[in-house]
């Protein structure tokens, strides 16, 4: 079975500071893909960051970043310049490779202090 | 490109009635799949549908049922509600291979 496992159930920043927020996974598989979705009170998911898990280099997009730890089968998102925009619930991920069915881990609700 | 778009947005319904809610995929995506998010929850995985038939399932019963079109887009009905179907359902596309994109969900809630 695959688990994502959140234990911040929520987090707070102030306005340009940095935050990072952790995510655990399990599977067996080789052959997988680790993402960072945020969720806004408009519900609509929005993808944050890829990391595919063949991959040593760990992604980046502008402000995101993400430190994977294969062996320890770890995920975490660091945020920088914290942005009033950012206040959402995160949502760890874990897509199997060759399909989409996705494994969402339970959240994380940040909010952005200005 | 309208992304994923889903209908309705809000549905209320009675226990033991049958409802159907609809997705129409982002424009070139051939994967249609479905997600129940209960409130302060993760969203879970129901079905995925590619090429007009279910290629996978998630551990949701029988009364949760789909279907895919040959232009892709795909519904989802539940039979005989229950409260605990109360959620957000949302729909998910992708094209083969690549990143889902999300729509904004139907709101259902089963009185």
């Known amino acids: 079975a695959q688990t994502v496992t959140q234990s911040q159930p929520e987090m707070s920043v102030q306005e340009a500071e940095t935050v990072t927020l952790s995510c655990t996974y399990d599977t067996s598989e080789s052959d997988y893909y680790l993402f960072w979705y945020k969720q806004p009170p408009s519900r609509q998911m929005i993808l944050v960051i890829r990391q595919e898990a063949y991959k040593q280099q760990n992604a980046t997009e502008n402000r995101f970043s993400v430190n994977f730890q294969k062996a320890a089968k770890s995920f975490s998102l660091k945020i920088s310049d914290s942005q009033l925009g950012d206040a959402a619930m995160y949502f760890c991920?874990?897509?199997?490779?060759?399909?989409?069915?996705?494994?969402f881990g339970q959240g994380t609700k940040l909010t952005v202090n200005p | 490109d309208a992304g994923v778009t889903q209908s309705p947005t809000h549905l209320i319904k009675t226990r033991g009635q049958q409802v159907t809610l609809r997705c129409s995929p982002k424009?070139?995506?051939?994967?249609v799949s479905w997600y129940q998010q209960a409130l302060g929850q993760g969203p879970q995985f129901i079905f995925q549908y590619y090429e007009e038939e279910e290629r996978q399932r998630g551990n949701f019963p029988d009364r949760f049922s789909g279907h895919q079109f040959p232009n892709y887009s795909s519904e989802l009905n539940v039979n005989a509600l229950l409260l605990g179907d109360s959620a957000l359902y949302l729909c998910?596309?992708?094209?083969?291979?690549?990143?889902?994109?999300f729509g904004q969900g139907t709101r259902l809630t089963v009185v």
């Open positions: 424009s070139g995506h051939d994967t």
């Open positions: 998910a596309s992708s094209w083969t291979g690549a990143e889902a994109f």
């Open positions: 991920v874990l897509g199997q490779g060759g399909s989409e069915k996705l494994v």
